[in-house]
Structures are given as C-alpha cells and as structure tokens.
C-alpha cells in the first residue's frame, strides 16, 4: 500500500490556507483541517469532560456540547488556559491525523496526495509528520482585513513568515485571485503527482 504524499499547509492567521486547503481538494487531494480535527474531539465525551473540568461550565452550550466561541474567549484572555488546552489537543490532533492518513492508504482507489491545514506546524514541531510543506503567506494589512478574529496577540505566538518561507518547500504569497491561488496549487499537485 502506498501511502499518499503527506502535505501540511501553514501560514499567518488570514493567510489563506482554508481558501489553498479548498483548492488542493479541488485537485483531487485528500483534505482535512486541524481546526476539523480539533472540533471532531471536542464532540469526544473524554475530552469534553476534561475541557469542561479545566475551563468550567460557562463554556458548555444548550446541547450539552462546547460553545467553541466561549471556550475561544476564555483560552485567549487566558495563556495558562491556552497551554493547557494545547498541550492536550495536539497529541490527539497528531494521532487522529495520523490514523486519517493511514486509513487513506487503504483505500482502493487511494488519492495520491493528502494535505492538513495546520495554523501552528512549526510552532509545534508538527513538520517532522509531513513530507512536504506548503507556506501561505499575505501582507499583515490583508490578513487582518480577512481574518474574523483579532491577530495580534495570537500573531504573536507564531514563527515570522519569513522563517517558514525559508524551511517550507512550497510558498505561495496570496496577494491575487482565487484563480492565482488555484493555478499555485495545481503546479504543486503536478510536481508531487505527475500525471
């Protein structure tokens, strides 16, 4: 069984890795996201037990279920609570990807390539998992123009664009059009799998 190229796409908060990691399925890559991962195991009863024991009840939902948003204001007015939460998801994230890919090679008719999304691969020693890694990278004035959430403080917390360009074999600046971004994925999609 061959397993599929294993492809980690990173970058700033706003970058545009969600957009690449869009354009890398529409390529006929197998996709998922960290934060997909991540929200599969917060639905997890053993995990949501211990996050609600950490952060407490404010953050559970009418469901029953986490309010991501109330956990998200707690774990960022919080940098204890945030390495808490980290220091528990990433393991799990790792493993469950892991397994994701390994499953991937069993199919029959398998994908060549596999690509994660992943917002902090570097800051985390993530990129030993991978076989190739892909840097999306945009002007801080044009991140924060697309990103929802307020950057600074989160920013703060990761690598300099310019230290992951440097370990990342793929880098793409997405200052153009979808389209643009589109036609960088393919080209990296033909040079990891030819047809």
């Known amino acids: 069984m061959a397993r599929p190229v294993a492809v980690a796409i990173t970058g700033g908060i706003g970058a545009g890795k969600s957009e ?85 090679a069993t199919l029959p008719d398998a994908p060549k390539v596999s690509v994660t999304e992943v917002p902090l691969l570097y800051e985390t020693g993530g990129e030993e998992r991978f076989d190739k890694v892909v840097v999306i990278t945009a002007p801080s004035k044009l991140r924060r123009a697309r990103s929802e959430v307020a950057t600074d403080d989160r920013e703060s917390r990761l690598l300099d664009d310019r230290e992951k360009v440097a370990r990342a074999d793929y880098a793409y600046q997405n200052i153009g059009t979808i389209e643009e971004l589109d036609a960088f994925v393919g080209s990296v999609m033909h040079d990891l799998a030819p047809a």
């Open 20 to 104: 690449a990691l869009r354009a890398f399925a529409r390529h006929g890559a197998a996709t998922v996201s960290s934060d997909e991962i991540v929200h599969h195991l917060l639905r997890r009863r053993d995990v949501r037990d211990a996050v609600v024991e950490r952060m407490g009840n404010g953050i559970v939902a009418p469901d029953g279920e986490i309010d991501r948003g109330a956990l998200a204001t707690v774990v960022f007015n919080d940098r204890e609570a945030l390495a808490w939460l980290e220091e528990m998801l990433h393991p799990l994230v790792a493993a469950e990807y892991l397994q994701w890919r390994d499953q991937l």
